[in-house]
């Protein structure tokens, strides 16, 4: 479809007419030859003589050239446009970020798989982070990892198949033995500083209590909520354990409870593959769609023209066009 970018310079069309119309003339000096009859040549023509001036006129070949220029320049200024098709995107508008617990306690073989075979807690973890990454289509996803400390181990990403490549390499302790859950939640708030998405999420999943954050897990959920973002928690083993692997379900719930989030407790992998259904269902995607029309510019079609107009009115009155020859009688 055509369109025009500045149609209001269309009112300088009739330019040309009111300068012909309001200013005078152009007047310019030529070599003439005396004449004691130029008072009766004067009469003849009609014309009133001014001392000294001789007004020139142009033929109607070159107005033409004129006329036609200045209506190509008008063209190439009011910017002529081809409006493509509109083209939509879908743009992400939630962010989800996954902290997962690798610490010693993750590599108890109490789950089982969906074979009925038994598997790590962070084996069952990964299958379960898999299916649920699988149906996180228009989602900006992370993962931070924790142990001793925090790690980013996939920044914000829509590529989810490289989301849940990375999440396969995950090993137990190799971001320490113990349990840092405070950071970690205090490192997602960190990289949420930079989204601009609406919707912001993180689902905290771990097997022990936190025994190794400089922030306390509450502390740093009050700072999450500060910043909008909502964290649900997950715990996973058995509450009934003593020692460092005990789960502290009592901070994980104030954590759920301070942001808004919820908090759930998977004591075998069919739970914890219930709990992400429940929390793909509570945290719907969001997607913004973005819908803009390509233009490409046609400003060039008139200027080109104006150039081969222009060079064409210059160049036809020089050239000399044979005549034909006329038959002389014998």
């Known amino acids: 479809m055509l ?12 330019l040309p007419l009111l300068v012909w119309w309001l200013a005078p003339a152009r007047a310019e000096r030529r070599a003439g030859v005396r004449v004691p009859f130029f008072a009766r040549l004067a009469s003849l023509t009609g014309q009133q003589p001014r001392a000294g001036v001789v007004v020139g006129r142009r033929g109607a070949g070159r107005t033409a050239v004129l006329v036609l220029a200045w209506l190509l320049a008008v063209a190439a200024l009011v910017r002529p446009q081809w409006v493509e098709p509109p083209v939509h995107h879908d743009k992400p508008a939630r ?16 789950f089982t798989d969906v ?38 181990l996939v920044p914000f990403t829509t590529d989810l198949d490289l989301t849940r490549k990375l999440l396969q390499e995950m090993q137990v302790g190799m971001a320490g033995p113990r349990t840092a859950l405070g950071d ?11 989204s601009a998405a609406p919707a912001r999420t993180m689902i905290a999943l771990t097997d022990g209590n936190d025994t190794g954050s400089q922030v306390p897990p509450a502390e740093a959920a009050g700072v999450a909520h500060d910043q909008r973002i909502t964290v649900h928690t997950v715990a996973v083993g058995d509450p ?4 460092e692997d005990k789960l502290d379900e009592a901070a994980l719930k104030d954590v759920a409870r301070i942001t808004g989030g919820g908090f759930y407790r998977a004591l075998d992998r069919e ?16 997607v913004d769609t973005v819908s ?6 046609l400003y060039w079609l008139p200027l080109l023209a104006l150039a081969v107009v222009t060079m064409l ?17 014998a």
């Open 3 to 14: 369109s025009i970018a500045y149609p209001w310079l269309g009112l300088l069309l009739p």
């Open 95 to 110: 962010d989800l970020l996954l902290l997962v617990d690798l610490s010693g306690s993750m590599d108890t073989e109490d």
């Open 115 to 152: 074979a009925g075979k038994k598997v790590t807690r962070l084996a069952a973890v990964k299958q379960v982070l898999d299916d649920f990454l699988s149906r996180r289509k228009g989602d900006r996803v992370g993962v931070v990892v924790f142990g001793n400390a925090a790690f980013t």
């Open 184 to 194: 970690a939640i205090g490192l997602g708030v960190t990289l949420f500083a930079h």
């Open 240 to 243: 009934a354990a003593a020692g």
């Open 271 to 286: 739970q914890l593959a219930d709990i992400y259904r429940r929390l793909d269902a509570v945290e719907g995607h969001k």
């Open 292 to 297: 803009f029309q390509p233009r490409r510019e």
């Open 313 to 329: 009115g210059q160049a036809l009155p020089l050239i000399r066009w044979p005549r034909a020859a006329r038959k002389v009688p």
